[in-house]
């Protein structure tokens, strides 16, 4: 999993503020995946998507959360007005396409 | 829709002697299973995996159970080490064409030395 890089690593934010969240897949891997993950609990799906395409985001809160992956450069997560219910672990997965996932460290987002 | 649990939120082994951690899923249709272990403050590692069509899949001192008849799945880790400390979560997936991992909430090993 050392090859999915997401960053930034802490990210600190007031209410109200928006938080964006990077992640670049492992090199060669078409797919990624967002999954937040909440104190003592396991990872909940937010999102699929391959370049350009939004293939799944029935995971995804309805307002202030939106995820992209260009055609260039990293997958960004977007949390637009932060509350205190966003702060959690936000990690990042990438798949050639077997269904075998590796993730990245992880972004741990605080909204003070 | 799939949900999956895990028997014990915690498990405690002493240096030495072997785990077996627990997981149940809900859904039949669900075809491939993923064993992680998350050491605090990082992401997920995969361990190891089992497509449904098997009921048995080792590695290096961790082998995976399936038992598709209860819809259960165990991991075994032979000859604990203090380094197998972390949280393991299965993740499942729930059918042909089915990209949602679903996670269960994770065991708490722990090891003593």
Redesign the interface.
Known sequence: NAGVMQNPRHLVRRRGQEARLRCSPMKGHSHVYWYRQLPEEGLKFMVYLQKENIIDESGMPKERFSAEFPKEGPSILRIQQVVRGDSAAYFCASGGGTGELFFGEGSRLTVL | GES?GLHLPTLSVQEGDNSIINCAYSNSASD?F?W?KQES??????II?IRSNMDKRQGQRVTVLLNKTVKHLSLQIAATQPGDSAVY?C?V?SGAGS????????TKLSVIP
Do not use: C, E, N, S
């Open positions: 999956v491939y993923i992680y403050g990082k992401g997920p590692q995969f995996d979560f993740a997936y990209y949602q991992l679903t996670f269960g909430k994770g």
